[in-house]
């Protein structure tokens, strides 16, 4: 079971001066017993030519702002990171002193804020992951944990002018005043004529008393005048998006529940961005078209 | 720096042979001198603060102590992962609610069966950390192996160097099979070297989302379940966002969820989600009561 033993003992020296490099150090190199011999003739100005890269370098990377390396012990490392390579990354770490020059080994990090986006852009092949994996479309995003999803999803559709476009697992009223408020304020949308649809789960998965209570809470909806339609197949319709006008999505893990807004450790994302929008909207097209509505459900 | 000297309120001063380790309080022979002397007090302070002054600061020395490897004897694991140990608080078990926070970036609109290759080539491509919170993580047929190559891929991942941190959902009740599917999940990958931890039995963890070097993000309805390996059996709908600019608050939103806190060895965690599911049960004196048994323990 123990398996530290087993660990490569290059972790042990995580955290290294570079030697000859600090630029308190670099006159070590030129400490020669031999004066007068060809290695010392050439030595000195070589060992000056590498002060002075030091030196420039020094003032370079302390006038970028500060990155921070944030280890896995829970400490923090402010410096410049000057090089990166698979093991390590080339730091001249700021201390109370002069600055030294370590490799930091990678393991012994969690991750790195860089000082600078342009840095963090190349570092993490930023754009470069964009492309190759299809993030296109340029965006406004938010982060939205549990209340958070709560109170920006009701803003909304409070705010919706056309339509509201609704692919969810589960749809229940509750005692919470958050989803409360929000599918009365999805009722009032309705009524006041904007295009509400949801589209939701029904297959034979879902247990009996949710059935029920879905079944009766898609009536008072229908009464509204919003749209309602199931899936009822051996594939089970597990998504979770909120489309407002064309322009809003919502996404995430919260179900349009009491616990989705209220009591579940939940993440979500706002996005807003027409082309995203427009494309969760066609997904929730392909989806109309599979589904039924509540009299023909089995 | 051989000393074993200390001075207290410039009057007395304690010195002799002994260290301060528990051979030489225990069973060694030493011997020492407690001397109620200002003068002799004042000579050894100035001594002391001479010696104080021409040290390197504490923050050069303490990067040179092998924290790392002083952090082996404590863990069972892995040398890099973060220390673990018991539970001091068994009071609060509230779910830490965080401010939602706003970003920008590149968006794809990941539907379905899209979702296996993004988050592939997003691990394969991590450069730095790994930041995961998931609700599901079981593969009950084995039709696809998706759960094997993506554990594979987490698995090289953490063998490059990138922090991985898997978050994973503890059921309130073992009658959940996620409660065990889990804890082999943990112990599995937490011997190949990845931060899996567990959060608490007593709040629902419902979150469906992966971080990659705090900038590029998969969030959504795909849980790691069958649903989404083989395509076939659920609906889902995520976003992939890469940002413009890396977002550490992605990292402190998972890393301050409450979690198991000895994840030493599968029996240690499993003592403590029992110990916290009675603890759910519970209510009024017999909770209190459990709760004084718990903390004064040794």
């Known amino acids: 079971m123990n398996t530290s033993n087993r660990q490569p003992p290059a972790h042990r020296a995580w955290l290294q001066p570079i030697r000859g490099v600090a630029a308190g150090r670099v006159a070590d190199l030129a400490d020669c017993n031999g004066a007068g011999t060809t290695t010392c003739r050439w030595l000195f100005p070589i060992a000056g030519l590498i002060l002075l890269l030091v030196c420039l370098l020094n003032a370079q990377a302390q006038g970028a702002p500060p990155d921070v390396l944030y280890l896995r012990d829970g400490r923090t490392l402010t410096g410049n990171i000057i090089g990166e390579t698979p093991e390590a990354y080339r730091t001249l770490l700021h201390t109370s002193s002069s600055p030294i020059m370590t490799n930091v080994s990678v393991k012994a990090v969690r991750y790195v804020v860089y000082g600078t986006p342009q840095k963090a852009r190349t570092a993490l092949r930023l754009p470069e992951t964009a492309r190759v994996l299809g993030a296109r479309d340029s965006a406004k995003a938010k982060f939205l944990p549990t209340e958070a999803f709560g109170e920006a ?77 199931f899936i009822q197949e051996y594939r089970v319709m597990h998504k979770k998006v ?40 066609a997904d929730f097209l392909r989806m109309a078209r599979q589904a039924k509505p509540f009299e023909e459900l089995k | 720096m051989h000393l074993k000297s200390v001075v207290i309120d410039e009057r007395y001063v304690w010195t002799g042979s002994a260290n301060w380790t528990q051979g030489a309080l225990d069973w060694n022979y030493e011997d020492l001198l407690c001397l109620d002397s200002p003068d002799l007090a004042r000579l050894y302070a100035r001594n002391l603060r001479d010696i104080f002054a021409a040290s390197p600061s504490f923050q050069e020395q303490a990067l040179n102590l092998s924290i790392l490897e002083s952090g082996s004897r404590e863990n069972t694991y892995s040398l890099n992962l973060p220390l673990t140990g018991p539970r001091t608080n068994y009071t609060d078990f509230a779910r830490i609610p965080f401010e939602g926070f706003e970003a920008a970036g590149k968006v794809r609109y990941v539907a379905d069966e899209e979702y296996q290759p993004v988050l592939r080539k997003l691990i394969q491509g991590a450069r730095q950390s790994i930041f995961i919170g998931m609700y599901v993580f079981s593969e009950q047929k084995t039709e696809a192996p998706f759960a094997e190559q993506v554990i594979a891929d987490l698995k090289a991942a953490a063998r490059r160097g990138v922090y991985v941190y898997l978050l994973l959902y503890t059921a309130p009740s073992t009658l959940d099979r996620l409660a065990e ?13 990845i931060d899996v931890r567990l959060a608490l039995p007593n709040n629902i963890l419902h979150l469906k989302t992966v971080v990659v070097d705090l900038s590029k993000v998969l969030i959504g309805s795909h849980n790691w379940s069958e649903g989404f390996l083989s395509s076939k059996r659920v609906y889902e709908s995520s976003a992939l966002i890469v940002l413009d600019v890396q977002e550490p608050k992605l990292a402190d939103f998972l890393l301050s969820r409450k979690i198991i806190s000895d994840m030493r060895s599968r029996e240690l965690w499993e003592q403590e989600i029992t110990t916290l599911r009675h603890l759910n049960l519970a209510s009024g004196k017999v909770r209190d009561d459990l709760v004084t048994e718990l903390e004064g323990r040794e």
Not at chain 1, 191 to 217: C, H, K, W, Y
Not at chain 1, 265 to 275: L, P
């Open chain 1, 242 to 281: 909120i489309i407002i006008d064309e322009r809003v999505v919502f996404l995430g893990s919260s179900n349009l529940t009491g616990a989705g807004m209220k009591t579940s450790d939940e993440f979500n994302v706002r996005i807003e961005c027409e082309s995203t929008a427009r494309r969760a909207a």
């Open chain 2, 181 to 193: 599917h889990h804890s082999n999940r943990a112990e599995q990958l937490r011997r190949a070297g």
């Open chain 1, 153 to 229: 999803s009701l803003e909304a559709i409070a705010a919706a002018r056309k339509r509201i476009w609704i692919l969810a697992f589960y749809i229940s009223g509750g005692l919470d005043p958050t989803i409360d408020a929000f599918y009365n304020t999805l009722r009032d949308k309705a009524r006041s004529g904007l295009d509400v649809r949801i589209i939701s789960e029904f297959g034979q998965g879902t247990p009996m008393p949710i059935r029920n209570g879905t079944a009766n809470f898609t009536h008072t909806l229908l009464a509204d005048g919003i749209q309602v339609g």
